[in-house]
């Protein structure tokens, strides 16, 4: 057992680090995933020759979500503290993190959902608009469930990349993970503390991608399973 | 000018052309459309006129314009110009919700099926009615009697990647019968099926129009496809409109040249290069005419060439010809030199004009060895 070589004060201090980080990265991510989508959706459907083709508002939309995803995170952190003073009533402490996460984990996902439902072949689009379907049919029963195995991929990586900022958050005080490997690991110089941290987080890192490769294939029929049909 | 209006200006086709009265199923007028100026126009003032029940096969090259023409009536395309009647009801001037609602009467399957991979068989077929805001249960109980007709009741909860390229139209086909249409459009809905799975599906959409009495609007580039199941057949080329009529018509006796084209892999219309290249415009001492017989009807049956042997003492030499089936009807197509008809070509013509069948003299070969030998014996 690793905890073995850690003492009962600093293993506590793991777990305590460990519930913070779920903590953020979980409500970072419910949230990203419920303002991404429909971002995403939008980033698409506006686009010139798409169901709802507005190209000057997908312009200002693309730009919008480029310039938060090019701004680096830990100055992002940063330069909203105003903004998440407002939403989280605080600009220090694991709650206020959780702001800036969602902040920068939403475009990354409304990015990736985009890609994902842009790969949905127009022949599928056109069949709906020949039955009568109206836009919002055509993008809740077309386009969301033909791109859910990518969108769900998408997620996986989105979030990866939030378990990596969360690290961060020690900037502004939200503990987690990633902060008890800097204070503890790197400042006392407790190699013990960095090794067991860096393992958890790797757990972490490879359980969520487990997962989601596995829900991804639960929600893909693009491609037949099992036996072959002899028909 | 109304290119329908042309061609039966100068139709001399026989009688019985013409479909039964009453609103037509589609009406096209004056319709074209322009996706760039450079490129020029797609569909070119075309007008065309779908009676109730009818398949009616629209055939063209690739690029004539025809998916785009198919388009136009649900207006998955809309057209540059002109107006789109779908059961006496302008498609045209609708937008928004009138058009979602007017797009329910018109069905539509596609080339590649368009078959939704996240839905099983049943999901597919039920999303026009969840699409109509139909209940649960009612969904629940008009799917059945869907898969039924398209033969698919034990492939309810498979998924389309578990299914053929024939089967996947199949489900196509349910989802667009679903709300009960009055025109199903199928925009090359066999193009992408082998020729055993395009025969069943064909016979599948025929069985449905007898059934259900479904106009059919079919757009191929096939021209068997067109012999097995359209009753009337129109010919695009270059976005316009060159000739329509009663698909027996249209292939007994094409008058463009692109539906002779089309036509030669199926009726004998045209001669292989090789022997028309040594077909002479005028006679020339030594020539003989070389005919071309259409026999259509019960003429077909009719030993003509022991006839012409007989009656004449000609010598036939056949140089093409084929005979096939449109729907019940025998159609052939014979070119042959008349050997040694000579002076007795008025009579020959008007002996075989009155067995039934269509003869024109299409230029004069110069007489062979063997025809030489018979022709200066008799």
Do not use: W
């Not at chain 1, 009568?132 to 990349?161: D, F, H, K, M, N």
């Not at chain 1, 690991?185 to 067991?196: H, K, L, N, S, T």
């Not at chain 2, 709300?179 to 082998?194: G, N, W």
Request: aromatic share 4%; with cysteine; net charge positive.
């Amino acid at each position: 057992m690793p905890f073995d070589l850690l003492s009962p004060a600093v293993t506590a201090l793991l777990f305590e680090s460990l519930k913070q980080t779920a903590y953020m990265v979980s409500i970072a991510a419910v949230v990203s995933t419920a303002l991404g989508l429909p971002l995403g959706v939008l980033l698409v459907v506006t686009l010139p020759g798409h169901i709802l083709p507005l190209p000057v508002f997908n312009r200002i939309l693309g730009t919008a979500v480029n310039l938060v995803r090019s701004t680096p995170f830990i100055i992002l952190m940063v330069a909203i503290i105003p903004f998440t003073r407002v939403i989280a009533g605080s600009s220090v402490g694991t709650s206020a993190a959780v702001v800036p996460l969602t902040v920068a984990i939403t475009p990354l996902f409304a990015r990736l959902a985009e890609t994902a439902m842009r790969e949905v072949d127009r022949g599928l689009i056109e069949a709906a608009e020949a039955i009568g379907a109206s836009p919002l049919q055509i993008i809740l029963r077309v386009i969301v469930p033909e791109a859910l195995p990518s969108i769900v991929a998408g997620q996986t990586v989105a979030l990866v990349s939030l378990i990596g900022y969360s690290a961060m958050a020690g900037t502004v005080g939200g503990g987690g993970l990633g902060d008890l490997g800097v204070r503890f690991g790197y400042q006392r110089f407790m190699p013990e503390v960095m090794i067991a941290v860096v393992i958890v987080l790797v757990t972490i890192v490879q359980s969520v991608q487990l997962l989601g490769d596995a829900a991804a294939r639960a929600v893909n029929h693009r491609i037949a399973r099992g036996k072959r049909s002899t028909s | 000018m109304n290119a329908v209006l042309a061609i039966s200006e100068f139709s001399a086709r026989p009688a019985g052309d013409d479909g039964p009265a009453g609103v037509p199923a589609v009406r096209i007028e004056g319709l074209s459309k322009t996706f760039s100026k450079a490129s020029g126009p797609v569909l070119d003032d075309v007008s065309l006129t779908i009676q109730r029940g009818e398949v009616h096969g629209i055939i063209g090259r690739s690029g004539a314009g025809k998916s785009t023409l198919v388009r136009c009536i649900n207006l998955l395309e809309r057209p540059s110009a002109g107006r789109v009647f779908v059961s006496g009801r302008e498609i045209t001037s609708l937008r928004g919700r009138a058009l979602r609602t007017a797009r329910r009467d018109i069905g539509m399957i596609f080339q590649h099926f368009n078959v939704l991979s996240s839905r099983t068989v049943a999901g597919n077929v039920a999303l026009p009615f969840k699409v109509a805001g139909l209940s649960r249960a009612e969904i629940a109980r008009r799917i059945p009697p869907l898969l039924e007709l398209v033969g698919l009741s034990d492939k309810a909860d498979a998924y389309p990647s578990e299914l053929s390229g024939g089967q996947k139209q199949r489900v196509g086909i349910a989802r667009a019968l679903a709300l009960d249409p009055s025109v199903l459009l199928c925009d090359e809905a066999t193009s992408a099926l082998d020729p055993e799975t395009t025969e069943q599906t064909l016979a599948l959409l025929r069985d449905i129009n007898r059934k259900l009495g479904l106009t059919i609007v079919l757009i191929t580039h096939e021209m068997q496809v067109l012999r097995d199941i359209a009753t009337r057949v129109a010919v695009l080329d270059h976005g316009r409109l060159v000739e329509e009529g009663a698909t027996f018509n249209v292939l007994a006796f094409p008058k463009s040249a692109v539906a002779r084209s089309f036509l030669s892999g199926l009726v004998a219309h045209e001669l292989p290069p090789l022997v028309a290249a040594r077909l002479l415009p005028e006679a020339v001492p030594g020539s003989d005419p070389v005919l071309r017989i259409v026999f259509t009807g019960e003429a077909a049956h009719d030993p003509i060439v022991a006839d012409l042997v007989s009656q004449f003492q000609i010598v036939p030499n056949i140089l093409h010809g084929r005979i096939d089936y449109v729907g019940d009807r025998p159609l052939g197509v014979l070119t042959l030199v008349a050997g040694g008809a000579g002076p007795r070509l008025p009579a020959v013509l008007s002996r075989l004009a009155s067995l039934g069948l269509f003869v024109e003299v299409i230029g004069h070969a110069v007489r062979s060895a063997v025809t030489c030998r018979h022709g200066v014996a008799v």
